[in-house]
């Protein structure tokens, strides 16, 4: 069983930055994509951004190319979500995915295990 635990979130003024951290207790951690995704109040949840199991490959969505910026450090199990230039639109849970096989990807069907997510709140 892969636990995934996030932390980082918070209270933001737009224009601000936070850093997302995601804590895995997998033991083939180093092999798994990583992805990040979000849920708005009354919306479904979407995809921000995902890492291959090396680091070497990334992709984003559209909305946060530019502002947001993810990394993974084997080493520590850990995947991370740098994200700047804040905006109200970012405001959401935000959960960290781990997929077992395959490479980077924006469904969130192909992830198998989940956090239990953190609030982001940007505000005015």
């Known amino acids: 069983q892969v636990q995934l635990v996030e932390s980082g979130g918070g209270l933001v003024q737009a224009g601000g930055s936070l850093r997302l951290s995601c804590a895995a207790s997998?033991?083939?951690?180093?092999?798994?994509?990583m992805g990040w995704f979000r849920q708005a109040p009354g919306k479904e949840r979407e995809f921000v951004a995902a890492i291959s199991w090396s680091g070497d490959s990334t992709y984003y969505a559209d909305s946060v190319k530019g502002r947001f910026t993810i990394a993974r450090d084997n080493a520590k199990n850990t995947v991370y979500l740098q994200m700047n230039s804040l905006k109200l639109e970012d405001t959401a849970v935000y959960y960290c995915a781990a997929k077992i096989s395959g490479s980077v990807s924006a469904d969130d069907a192909t992830y198998r295990y989940w956090g239990q997510g953190t609030q982001v709140t940007v505000s005015s």
């Open positions: 997998a033991r083939f951690f180093s092999s798994y994509v």
